[in-house]
């Protein structure tokens, strides 16, 4: 599981993860009820559901874990990590700092990634690049990272994104490990 503040760049390390070793590692697809971004395809980055969907699967206890974050909920679709570990594979959770909380709770023995941000002002770079979010979604995402910074002790492990080539590599050595451990 790798989770970290919005924009440290969780999604260009899981993908670059992927595609390094697509026998042995598999992502987890989302559920959100945020709106998708330029580029998204649902099913692929996301599953976008409505508010009542997703206060449903929570009823039915469908969702390993779930939280809100800046105004939308998303969430992790307990049948599909089951089906991707039956068959073998490592499953990548692309989460926030909440999330792996619940995680943490729930499955003892998971690898909790932190991935971290080389400062907060090259985050605050990186999300007003992505040019998606007013103003105050990008002051809430800062103020959050801020917080989540201060959760990163009680991973299994922290990775800065200083290089993205550098930060996967150093994650799929903490991913190799924890194999032979």
Same mark, same amino acid.
């Given at each position: 599981?790798? &989770? ?31 709106? &998708? ?23 039915? /206890? ?38 792996? /909380? ?13 991935? =971290? ?11 007003? /690049? ?5 103003? =105050? ?12 910074? &201060? ?31």
């Amino acid at each position: 599981m790798i &989770a970290g503040p919005s924009g440290v760049g969780k999604g260009t390390v899981v993908d670059r993860l992927l595609a390094r070793d697509p026998d042995r590692l598999a992502a987890s697809v989302s559920v959100t009820t945020r709106d &998708a971004r330029p580029g998204e395809v649902d099913g692929v980055h996301y599953r976008f559901v409505g508010d009542a969907e997703f206060d449903r699967m929570i009823e039915r /206890g469908e969702l390993l874990e779930w939280a809100e974050i800046v105004g939308h909920r998303s969430g992790t679709p307990r049948r599909a990590v089951e089906r991707l570990l039956e068959h073998g594979k490592d499953v990548i959770l692309e989460i926030d700092v909440q999330g792996a /909380g619940q995680v943490r709770d729930r499955v003892p023995d998971a690898l909790l990634i932190f991935l =971290a941000p080389p400062t907060l002002e090259e985050l605050e770079r990186r999300l007003r /690049g992505r040019g998606t979010e007013p103003e =105050a979604s990008i002051r809430r995402r800062l103020d959050l990272a801020a917080r989540e910074l &201060a959760e990163a002790s009680w991973f299994s492990a922290s990775v800065t994104n200083d290089d993205v080539e550098r930060a996967t590599d150093q994650v799929a050595a903490i991913i190799d490990a924890s194999r032979t451990a």
